[in-house]
């Protein structure tokens, strides 16, 4: 029925890259066939799910949305698409993303941008715009995004879908290609906050293969999305996260939601974190030096195109030809903004201070998780923009995610859900909540009271 669905409306939203029908109905066969011998089922059996083509899957086609690895198979399976499978889990094919999840619209795909199901006019956010959108119109009931600066929940915002951010180091990246590695944080995106924790608890846990993943147990958040409740919880909101910029239905419906945890017998506490305000300039100069240096084994040799290589050029020249041509112009900018904040001379006013303002969130947090359980923003200060109004305009696309990079930087754990649609336009507001390293338990449990 998932593949028929995508059949009939995916030429209209370009939400995967590539559909494995194959490979899929041969996983259903497969959990058909345990089911007739008797034997133990994964968690997720027979469940159908689209998977962002940043995650390496073995014999399928990877771009991560890029022309430079078109054609590249690769080898071996991502840790999370191992568990994936591990739980039975039917993997329909790869969804669309900006080109190595660079933007916040899926207009930066080598491959087409990816249409919003709401209005096939507008953006479905990014880089996981494929991923929200599949879920929005129906073609999968379960997806998997990646959250470098609110790649998952800003994509849910603006679809009217749930998505979630995990503690840094909670879902291994191992097999994930990396953008900015101390940001980069796969996780579970589906249309309510209880499939989002099926999924979550199937993914996450440790994995001696990524040095950053975190060895401590997972709580129970399949028990917390069971039991919705904001009873006494204390819910933070940040002066920081309104004002200038943010739609004025939006900030409706984010203050009507903040009634509703009141209503449920939560505690409004007002809080300021004034370092917030600093989190984007500092964000875009960590997470271009460090794609910057991740992207550089992209060198024509290892992988995907090589252009150029006729035996006139030298090695150097088919590199520099294969860049040229295989990389798009946002990737382009950041590998030059972050070339240039690490070069030496610029290195400490540029990437050090921008470290230090890290800290500064990061200590902001803390002060902030020792008056609250949890703080709650909207998670994008607008709803889903028109396809191309603000392409050329870098600074304007990097705004969407105002209120998602500080969690990123922090490394805690934040979720979006929806919280109804913008009165002047009729599409999906979405409410993020927020909750210290290793207490998604919280996120899922207020989700699922306010969903
Ligand atoms: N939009 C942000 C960027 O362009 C975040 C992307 C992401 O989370 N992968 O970097």
């Given at each position: 029925?998932?593949?028929?669905?995508?059949?009939?409306?995916?030429?209209?939203?370009?939400?995967?890259?590539?559909?494995d029908?194959?490979g899929?109905?041969?996983q259903?066969?497969?959990?058909?066939?345990?089911?007739?011998?008797?034997?133990?089922?994964?968690?997720?059996?027979?469940?159908?799910l689209?998977l962002k083509d940043l995650f390496t899957t073995e014999g399928v086609?990877t771009?991560?949305?890029?022309?430079?690895?078109?054609?590249?198979?690769p080898?071996y399976d991502a840790t999370v698409t191992k568990r994936l499978k591990d739980a039975?889990v039917?993997i329909?094919?790869k969804?669309?993303?900006?080109?190595?999840?660079?933007?916040?619209?899926?207009?930066?795909?080598?491959?087409?941008?990816?249409?919003?199901?709401?209005?096939?006019?507008?953006?479905?956010?990014?880089?996981?715009?494929?991923?929200?959108?599949?879920?929005?119109?129906?073609?999968?009931?379960?997806?998997i995004?990646?959250?470098?600066?609110?790649?998952?929940?800003?994509?849910?915002?603006?679809?009217?879908?749930?998505?979630?951010?995990?503690?840094?180091?909670?879902v291994s990246?191992y097999g994930m290609i990396?953008?900015?590695?101390?940001?980069?944080?796969g996780?579970?995106?589906?249309?309510?906050?209880?499939?989002?924790?099926?999924?979550?608890?199937v993914i996450?846990?440790?994995?001696?293969?990524?040095?950053?993943?975190?060895?401590?147990?997972?709580?129970?958040?399949?028990?917390?999305?069971?039991?919705?409740?904001?009873?006494?919880?204390?819910?933070?909101?940040?002066?920081?996260?309104?004002?200038?910029?943010?739609?004025?239905?939006?900030?409706?419906?984010?203050?009507?939601?903040?009634?509703?945890?009141?209503?449920?017998?939560?505690?409004?506490?007002?809080?300021?974190?004034?370092?917030?305000?600093?989190?984007?300039?500092?964000?875009?100069?960590?997470?271009?030096?460090?794609?910057?240096?991740?992207?550089?084994?992209?060198?024509?040799?290892?992988?995907?195109?090589?252009?150029?290589?006729?035996?006139?050029?030298?090695?150097?020249?088919?590199?520099?030809?294969?860049?040229?041509?295989?990389?798009?112009?946002?990737?382009?900018?950041?590998?030059?903004?972050?070339?240039?904040?690490?070069?030496?001379?610029?290195?400490?006013?540029?990437?050090?201070?921008?470290?230090?303002?890290?800290?500064?969130?990061?200590?902001?947090?803390?002060?902030?998780?020792?008056?609250?359980?949890?703080?709650?923003?909207?998670?994008?200060?607008?709803?889903?923009?028109?396809?191309?109004?603000?392409?050329?305009?870098?600074?304007?696309?990097?705004?969407?995610?105002?209120?998602?990079?500080?969690?990123?930087?922090?490394?805690?754990?934040?979720?979006?859900?929806?919280?109804?649609?913008?009165?002047?336009?009729?599409?999906?507001?979405?409410?993020?909540?927020?909750?210290?390293?290793?207490?998604?338990?919280?996120?899922?449990?207020?989700?699922?009271?306010?969903?």
């Amino acid at each position: 029925a998932h593949l028929a669905r995508i059949g009939a409306v995916d030429e209209k939203i370009n939400a995967f890259l590539h559909v494995d029908r194959e490979g899929a109905l041969a996983q259903a066969r497969e959990v058909d066939a345990k089911r007739e011998r008797g034997e133990k089922l994964g968690p997720l059996a027979g469940v159908p799910l689209a998977l962002k083509d940043l995650f390496t899957t073995e014999g399928v086609p990877t771009t991560a949305g890029s022309k430079i690895l078109e054609g590249w198979i690769p080898p071996y399976d991502a840790t999370v698409t191992k568990r994936l499978k591990d739980a039975d889990v039917v993997i329909l094919g790869k969804t669309n993303m900006d080109e190595f999840a660079m933007g916040s619209s899926t207009e930066n795909s080598a491959y087409g941008p990816t249409a919003n199901p709401w209005d096939l006019t507008r953006i479905p956010g990014g880089s996981g715009g494929g991923s929200a959108a599949s879920l929005a119109a129906h073609m999968a009931p379960l997806a998997i995004g990646t959250d470098t600066g609110g790649s998952i929940r800003q994509p849910a915002a603006v679809t009217g879908t749930v998505g979630v951010k995990p503690t840094y180091g909670g879902v291994s990246r191992y097999g994930m290609i990396a953008f900015s590695s101390s940001l980069d944080q796969g996780g579970p995106c589906a249309r309510t906050v209880l499939d989002a924790a099926l999924l979550h608890s199937v993914i996450a846990g440790y994995d001696e293969k990524d040095s950053t993943s975190i060895a401590q147990p997972v709580p129970d958040i399949v028990e917390a999305a069971r039991n919705g409740s904001a009873q006494g919880m204390r819910v933070g909101v940040v002066k920081e996260f309104r004002g200038e910029g943010y739609q004025a239905g939006v900030m409706q419906r984010f203050d009507e939601s903040v009634e509703l945890l009141r209503e449920l017998g939560a505690e409004i506490v007002e809080l300021s974190c004034p370092s917030f305000t600093k989190a984007l300039a500092a964000y875009y100069l960590i997470a271009p030096s460090e794609c910057s240096s991740n992207l550089a084994r992209f060198d024509a040799m290892r992988y995907g195109l090589r252009t150029g290589d006729d035996g006139t050029h030298s090695a150097e020249e088919v590199t520099a030809l294969t860049r040229e041509e295989g990389f798009g112009p946002e990737v382009k900018r950041r590998i030059m903004l972050g070339t240039y904040a690490l070069s030496s001379g610029y290195y400490d006013a540029y990437y050090g201070s921008a470290q230090k303002v890290r800290t500064l969130i990061t200590r902001d947090f803390e002060k902030a998780f020792e008056q609250v359980d949890v703080v709650v923003s909207p998670t994008t200060p607008t709803t889903a923009f028109p396809i191309g109004e603000r392409v050329d305009d870098p600074m304007a696309m990097y705004l969407a995610d105002l209120c998602t990079i500080p969690s990123n930087l922090a490394g805690n754990s934040a979720m979006s859900i929806p919280c109804g649609l913008a009165p002047e336009d009729g599409l999906p507001v979405g409410l993020q909540i927020i909750a210290p390293a290793m207490a998604e338990d919280r996120l899922y449990r207020v989700g699922a009271a306010v969903e």
